[in-house]
């Protein structure tokens, strides 16, 4: 599990907080200092603006999909080996720390924002391995959560701290036999940049830099020095898709829902299909490579700790395997609240073009009224050169199973069975199902001129999936 993790799921308070931040190029960690990471994110010595919007994505996987830090240590190489960055310290040293502290500062930051309706607050240590004997003092301490003290000693207190403050409310103050305690004064020391000379007075036990706390606001002095950078706010996506899990640099979550943002006007009906769908049956994907999918493969148990903490899943739990991997472009089931989708390591979302897409489909369902039968509708972007796009379309392919699922399961019906378009989706009425939802997503009218009752099969089993509570053959 992710050793900053808080929690299974992501919550927005901290997520935000992240993604407000502007991207500071530095060449040393005091260049950005205290209150100044409340709106700035910088990585030490990451001076250029595409090697620090790469860890910027990066940490915002971590932050909003809880990726362990045993992905970010992975990513954190990929992308050193992508920009041939020279870095200090060890790279698993190094990853560590800006992983933690991200994640953990931004989880700090959207509990400053939650705990604002509790009007007692109480400090806790944490379980790190070398306790500091100051944040252990502080343990179980309740303060007004305005009391000056807190402005100071919120968490995060240092590099490696796991302290976190827990909001009291008056009755639970009395249930539990709380009192207020007072201000500890531990005193100050003074700290000294040894590059710039500037000399900083610090509370005793928080150590340099970490005298703030995280989402309380910026100092007038940290929004100069951001303005003077000339940094660029972060401004991801809209998430249609809420997450994924990929072992391809180029297949992420915001290049993902970055296809959404370049559709065509006649697809937003089913772009808002999609985004329906995924708030009432949120599904996740791993998009993983061939190696990667096989039951014995050595590469599937190197990242089965990661996989298993995204599907939340046992640690030893490996039903996302599949046997025959040479074989399967992807593959789900009605158990899962999951898809896998196999991908190449050059795969890359931004390549997909959905208008290219629709050109191809709408093609090959006019080749379909000249009697032509194709196999599959990936198949037939893949044989044209377009692998990323062919990826795509397995991926709604395996979702429109789950939609399926979702609605009933429903047997097809004679006369939509008439409309068949490719060869596979004559397999079953599972594969029926998916390999003409999407036909259906990305040249509805099209299909409807080709067969109404094909057309109005889909359209049922979606609104049914939209209302559904279950999952199964229910219809059958």
Same mark, same amino acid.
């Given at each position: 599990m992710p050793s900053a993790q808080y929690g299974s799921l992501p919550f927005e308070e901290a997520i935000k907080y992240f993604r407000q931040k502007l991207n500071v190029p530095t060449e040393r960690w005091a260049d950005v200092w205290a209150k100044a990471h409340d709106r700035a994110f910088m990585v030490a010595g990451a001076m250029k603006d595409d090697l620090l919007n790469d860890f910027r994505m990066a940490v915002d996987e971590a932050i909003a999909n809880g990726r362990s830090i045993g992905w970010f240590k992975r990513e954190f190489k990929n992308i050193v080996a992508r920009h041939g960055w020279s870095h200090t310290g060890n790279a698993n040293w190094r990853s560590r720390v800006i992983y933690e502290t991200n994640v953990r500062q931004s989880y700090n930051a959207g509990r400053y924002a939650q705990l604002q309706r509790f009007p007692f607050w109480e400090y806790r240590h944490g379980?790190?391995?070398? @306790?500091r004997p100051l944040h252990l003092s502080w343990d179980r301490l309740v303060l007004p959560k305005d009391d000056p003290w807190w402005a100071k000693h919120f968490p995060t207190n240092g590099y490696g701290c796991k302290c976190k403050v827990y909001g009291r409310s008056e009755n639970? +103050?009395? /249930?539990r036999g709380l #009192? @207020?305690?007072?201000?500890?004064?531990?005193?100050? &020391?003074?700290?000294? $940049?040894?590059?710039?000379?500037?000399?900083?007075? +610090?509370?005793?036990?928080?150590?340099?830099?970490?005298? &703030?706390?995280?989402?309380?606001?910026?100092?007038?002095?940290?929004?100069a020095q951001v303005a003077q950078r000339k940094a660029k706010v972060y401004e991801p996506p809209e998430r249609v898709v809420p997450d994924l899990f990929s072992t391809a640099r180029g297949v992420t979550n915001d290049t993902l829902n970055g296809v959404w943002q370049?559709? @065509?006007? $006649? +697809? !937003?009906?089913?772009? $808002? #299909?999609?985004? /329906?769908? +995924?708030?009432?049956?949120? #599904?996740?994907?791993?998009?993983? !490579?061939?190696?990667?999918i096989g039951t014995n493969n050595k590469a599937s148990r190197n990242i089965q700790e990661d996989v298993a903490a995204y599907l939340g899943l046992d640690a030893r739990d490996r039903q996302w395997t599949y046997g025959r991997a040479t074989r399967a472009a992807g593959y789900t089931a009605v158990p899962? $609240?999951?898809?896998?989708? !196999?991908? !190449?390591?050059?795969?890359?979302?931004s390549n997909v073009d959905l208008t290219r897409i629709q050109t191809e489909l709408k093609a090959l369902l006019n080749e379909r009224r000249d009697g032509k039968l194709e196999w599959s509708m990936s198949r037939r972007l893949r044989q044209k050169g377009y692998n990323d796009d062919g990826v795509l379309i397995t991926w709604l392919h395996e979702l429109g199973h789950q939609i399926h699922f979702w609605g009933g399961q429903a047997n097809w019906t004679s006369r939509a069975r008439d409309g068949l378009i490719t060869r596979y989706g004559g397999t079953n009425a599972e594969e029926f199902f998916a390999e003409h939802f999407v036909m259906w997503f990305f040249a509805r009218d099209e299909l409807r001129r080709w067969s109404v009752d094909l057309a109005d099969w889909i359209d049922e089993q979606v609104d049914s999936a939209m209302t559904s509570n279950r999952k199964g053959n229910w219809k059958r």
């Open positions: 379980d790190s391995i070398v @306790p639970e +103050m009395q /249930r #009192t @207020p305690g007072n201000a500890p004064n531990d005193g100050t &020391y003074e700290w000294t $940049d040894t590059v710039t000379g500037e000399v900083f007075e +610090m509370p005793r036990g928080i150590d340099p830099g970490f005298d &703030y706390a995280p989402g309380s606001g910026v100092e007038t002095r940290s929004l370049r559709a @065509p006007d $006649d +697809m !937003k009906d089913s772009i $808002d #299909t999609l985004s /329906r769908f +995924m708030a009432a049956h949120p #599904t996740k994907t791993l998009f993983i !490579k061939q190696t990667e899962w $609240d999951f898809t896998v989708v !196999k991908v !190449k390591a050059d795969t890359r979302f």
